[in-house]
């Protein structure tokens, strides 16, 4: 006797097209109006997320498998995409920018 089958088989799932590949991981991206531009942004669960990044609201490491937001620039293209915290993604309008200096600039 051979063991039961609890799931039924699938009969040609509907599985995305292979250049809307990471659509079909993450989702569809959302937008957003931020400093006088539309961005996209899209958010990233832990367990897609396999590279450590730079994250440009607090200048921290966003190590792999923490979940975090990608934001890019909707008509300027995907190649200037950002990788942000999601409490610095949500906190955007309330902080400045913050400012590169080396360990023995002044900070007036």
């Known amino acids: ?3 039961r089958r609890n799931k039924p088989r699938s009969r040609g ?7 809307d590949d990471l659509a079909g991981r993450i ?8 400093g ?4 996209l942004f899209r958010r990233v669960s832990g367990s897609a997320a396999d590279k450590s990044y ?11 498998s923490t979940p975090h937001v990608v ?3 909707e008509h300027r293209g995907a190649d200037l995409r950002r990788h942000w915290h999601t409490a610095c993604w949500n906190a955007r309008d309330r902080r400045g ?9 002044p900070r007036h």
């Not at 994250?55 to 921290?60: A, E, I, L, N, R």
């Open 1 to 3: 006797m051979s063991p």
């Open 13 to 19: 799932a509907a599985r995305p097209p292979a250049d």
């Open 27 to 34: 989702g569809m991206p959302d937008a957003v109006d931020y």
């Open 36 to 39: 006088g531009e539309e961005f």
């Open 54 to 64: 730079r994250c440009p609201g607090c200048d921290q490491e966003i190590r792999p």
């Open 71 to 73: 934001a890019w620039p």
């Open 97 to 105: 920018t913050r400012p590169q200096r080396s360990r023995n600039a």
